[in-house]
């Protein structure tokens, strides 16, 4: 039996879009490329956030956590982290193509860290994502709080999400 499926997570132009909506979640800050990729799988996977531990200061969240939490989609899913590793390349020529077409610092990038340019992105795909933002904004208001965590280090969001290994990070 063959079964084709669509999945937003390894799609170019999806992961593209969800770039985008990151940076307007994140603004103008330099932000570390390893926040934004796993704000993306959270934002690809929001359910999935009832498993990240979260800091005390986002017990606010918990109610709203429970609630995407309930809406499991249908079919099964691989375990995250092999979800999330496949999404890399996907995340990444998200990122280049942004960086060539100048929206954002392709100096940086090579870097892992990621920074808007003043270069505006078209108008019509600014309004898709704000407008989408706003749709998912329970979960846009949790997940634009990761800039706050600390990346690396016990507690750090590698850490808390189990999605990257962090106890190899420089102290």
């Known amino acids: 039996m063959i079964q084709f499926g669509y999945q937003p997570a390894y799609d170019p132009y999806h992961s593209t879009f ?29 359910h999935l956030l009832e498993d990240v531990r979260l800091p005390n200061n986002f017990r606010a969240f918990k109610k709203i956590i429970q609630e ?70 329970e979960i846009v208001s949790i997940i634009s709080k990761f800039s706050t965590i600390t990346l690396e280090g016990k507690n750090g969001l590698k850490d808390r999400t189990g999605l990257m290994e962090y106890r190899y990070d420089a102290a």
């Open 18 to 46: 969800r770039l985008v909506r990151l940076l307007s979640m994140f603004g103008v800050n330099a932000i570390s490329f390893h926040t934004i990729r796993i704000a993306d799988f959270y934002l690809c996977f929001p």
């Open 68 to 137: 995407i939490g309930s809406d499991v989609p249908y079919g099964a899913m691989p375990e995250k982290s092999v979800v999330f590793g496949r999404m890399r390349p996907f995340q990444e020529a998200a990122a280049q193509t942004l960086a060539y077409n100048g929206f954002l610092d392709g100096e940086l990038l090579k870097i892992n860290t990621v920074q808007r340019t003043e270069e505006n992105l078209p108008k019509k795909i600014q309004e898709a994502a704000e407008i989408r933002n706003q749709e998912d904004r």
